[in-house]
């Protein structure tokens, strides 16, 4: 029996646009202050929200469904990877300055526990660990409602004057 999901997106122009004024504390906090008008295309696209804010650290939060199984049913690892990259990447930007961005470098990935559409609510906890001048190193936790790490990643990010 075929099934059907709606989602919408802000358009990723527009937020960085708004984003390029401000440091990356800022924006972030705008984004989760901003709710639904905030939200990152990727985090519509997968079913996550910003749920918490500070310098060096953000909680991401989201349901897992269905909709996010691989053909041997259970949650793909790819999905679990891309929150746990969002995590770590925002705590990164967290911060930075105005005019100042951060992409990826590498993410290592460690599964620990099958996802399924029973594990229900999930956090992704990113904690910058080492912030240099060019490069960022961050961790992220992926854990469950009764607190179990279900997967770990650590990240490198570069930092860069955007154009």
């Given at each position: 029996?075929?099934?059907?999901?709606?989602?919408?997106?802000?358009?990723?122009?527009?937020?960085?646009?708004?984003?390029?004024?401000?440091?990356?504390?800022?924006?972030?906090?705008?984004?989760?202050?901003?709710?639904?008008?905030?939200?990152?295309?990727?985090?519509?696209?997968?079913?996550?929200?910003?749920?918490?804010?500070?310098?060096?650290?953000?909680?991401?939060?989201?349901?897992?469904?269905?909709?996010?199984?691989?053909?041997?049913?259970?949650?793909?690892?790819?999905?679990?990877a891309t929150l746990l990259d969002s995590a770590a990447g925002s705590a990164v930007h967290t911060t930075v300055p105005a005019g100042?961005?951060?992409?990826?470098?590498?993410?290592?990935?460690?599964?620990?526990?099958?996802?399924?559409?029973?594990?229900?609510?999930?956090?992704?906890?990113?904690?910058?660990?080492?912030?240099?001048?060019?490069?960022?190193?961050?961790?992220?936790?992926?854990?469950?409602?009764?607190d179990r790490l279900l997967a770990h990643a650590t990240s490198s990010c570069m930092v860069f004057d955007q154009p």
């Amino acid at each position: 029996m075929a099934r059907t999901r709606t989602y919408t997106w802000n358009d990723p122009r527009e937020l960085d646009k708004l984003g390029r004024g401000m440091d990356g504390l800022e924006f972030t906090r705008h984004l989760l202050d901003a709710g639904e008008e905030g939200r990152m295309p990727i985090a519509s696209t997968i079913g996550f929200r910003l749920a918490e804010v500070e310098r060096g650290r953000v909680v991401l939060v989201g349901e897992i469904g269905e909709h996010l199984y691989n053909p041997i049913g259970m949650v793909h690892g790819g999905v679990a990877a891309t929150l746990l990259d969002s995590a770590a990447g925002s705590a990164v930007h967290t911060t930075v300055p105005a005019g100042v961005g951060y992409t990826t470098l590498d993410l290592t990935v460690h599964y620990l526990r099958p996802i399924t559409a029973d594990t229900g609510a999930v956090r992704a906890i990113g904690t910058v660990l080492n912030r240099g001048r060019r490069t960022a190193l961050a961790n992220a936790e992926l854990r469950d409602s009764a607190d179990r790490l279900l997967a770990h990643a650590t990240s490198s990010c570069m930092v860069f004057d955007q154009p």
